[in-house]
């Protein structure tokens, strides 16, 4: 009996210290999104820097590209893993017609480290091969002197589910 107790009471305690890290992650998150989403300085700086990515990716400015991401930096998409250094070569694949960047948000990871999330709809082709219109990406910014460079850039294409499918 005392060793069913035991158990109960490891269970119990467990349970407990989970609520508790549940609820201490959500209140940093709705910190972290209730700072972000009333536009912070880092969050429109680092959107500022996507867009200024995205229009030198758009216009195929390699050299504009380049000063915005750290020269170690990469990619990871459907295709895999790119580094920045192949960047300049593989935009004059792409045509990208439109794109947007909706529901940005900054996360801080450190101090010289951000999370900048959002979802993009885009008109793109690659290699006269359409692309997803929309994404969810990802960029780790990582500051660099005084500067915020993208160190990391992710995108993961949409999933159309299908009626009968479930929920996440």
Same mark, same amino acid.
């Given at each position: 009996?005392?060793?069913?107790?035991?158990?109960?009471?490891?269970?119990?305690?467990?349970?407990?210290?989970?609520?508790?890290?549940?609820?201490?992650?959500?209140?940093?998150?709705?910190?972290?999104?209730?700072?972000?989403?009333?536009?912070?300085?880092?969050?429109?700086?680092?959107?500022?820097?996507?867009?200024?990515? +995205?229009?030198?990716?758009?216009?195929?400015?390699?050299?504009?590209? #380049? $000063?915005?991401? =750290?020269?170690?930096? &990469?990619?990871? @998409?459907? +295709?895999?893993?790119?580094?920045?250094?192949?960047?300049?070569?593989? #935009? $004059?694949?792409? =045509?990208?017609?439109? &794109?947007?960047? @909706?529901?940005?948000?900054?996360?801080?990871?450190?101090?010289?480290?951000?999370?900048?999330?959002?979802?993009?709809?885009?008109?793109?082709?690659?290699?006269?091969?359409?692309?997803?219109?929309?994404?969810?990406?990802?960029?780790?910014?990582?500051?660099?002197?005084?500067?915020?460079?993208?160190?990391?850039?992710?995108?993961?294409?949409?999933?159309?589910?299908?009626?009968?499918?479930?929920?996440?």
């Amino acid at each position: 009996m005392k060793f069913s107790r035991w158990i109960l009471a490891l269970v119990s305690l467990a349970a407990l210290c989970a609520t508790l890290a549940v609820a201490d992650d959500k209140m940093s998150g709705e910190k972290s999104m209730e700072k972000s989403s009333k536009g912070t300085d880092v969050t429109a700086k680092l959107e500022a820097r996507e867009r200024a990515i +995205s229009d030198a990716f758009k216009n195929k400015d390699a050299a504009a590209f #380049m $000063k915005i991401v =750290d020269k170690d930096g &990469f990619g990871a @998409d459907p +295709s895999g893993f790119s580094s920045v250094s192949m960047m300049g070569d593989m #935009m $004059k694949d792409y =045509d990208v017609r439109s &794109f947007t960047i @909706d529901d940005a948000k900054a996360t801080k990871i450190s101090a010289d480290a951000y999370l900048f999330t959002y979802t993009s709809h885009q008109d793109v082709s690659y290699k006269g091969q359409p692309l997803p219109n929309t994404v969810y990406a990802s960029t780790l910014y990582v500051k660099r002197g005084n500067e915020w460079r993208a160190f990391s850039h992710q995108e993961t294409p949409s999933m159309q589910m299908s009626s009968a499918g479930g929920e996440h």
